[in-house]
């Protein structure tokens, strides 16, 4: 499987990237959003995982239909023009299939979107800063893993993605913060 996803050399191994990293990117923030949104309500810690949990597969599993559909109307749109009637099956949409791409999707997803519930799973004290901890570190990893399959500098990946990911946390907690006093 693993062969299938990443292929025998460095051109075919970034076939999936843009799943890998939008997956992933996206589980982390908005799993993010829900810890921070939490924190900022002073809620119960605990509805944390709850929500947590909930976030990770229902919209893992969004994320990767939504995959799955733009892609299969990109090949129904590419099958449909006249030029694409001749093209072989492995040059409509970049040869990908829409089940693997949304498989991809899910999977960077859930995977990814564990990092921040680590400190309220292991119930490691104060859950939120460790949580924010997390959450960085994991931005940076997957930002940095991009190096794998590109040419530019791993810590420069890194910190692209650690910036974009906490300023979207720091737009989740803000949230929560405004709109704590309602609950």
């Given amino acids: 499987m693993i062969e299938t996803l990443l292929g025998d050399n460095v051109e075919s191994s970034g076939r999936y990237l843009a799943e890998v990293i939008y997956g992933a990117n996206d589980g982390i923030v908005t799993t993010f959003a829900v810890v921070s949104g939490v924190a900022g309500a002073a809620l119960?810690?605990?509805?944390?995982?709850?929500?947590?949990?909930?976030?990770?597969?229902?919209?893992?599993?969004?994320?990767?239909?939504?995959?799955?559909?733009?892609?299969?109307?990109?090949?129904?749109?590419?099958?449909?023009?006249?030029?694409?009637?001749?093209?072989?099956?492995?040059q409509l949409a970049d040869g990908k299939s829409p089940r693997w791409t949304a498989l991809v999707t899910f999977l960077a997803f859930v995977v990814a979107g564990w990092a921040p519930l680590f400190p309220y799973i292991f119930e490691l004290e104060p859950a939120f800063p460790y949580s924010i901890a997390f959450t960085g570190l994991a931005f940076f990893t997957v930002g940095a893993s991009r190096s794998l399959v590109t040419r530019r500098r791993w810590y420069v990946n890194g910190a692209e993605m650690f910036a974009v990911g906490m300023a979207a946390a720091a737009v989740a907690y803000t949230v929560g913060r405004l709109l704590g006093g309602i609950a």
């Fill in 44 to 90: 119960n810690p605990s509805i944390v995982l709850i929500l947590g949990a909930a976030n990770l597969f229902a919209d893992g599993f969004s994320m990767g239909m939504s995959n799955y559909l733009s892609r299969r109307s990109e090949l129904d749109y590419q099958r449909s023009t006249h030029t694409a009637a001749t093209a072989p099956p492995e």
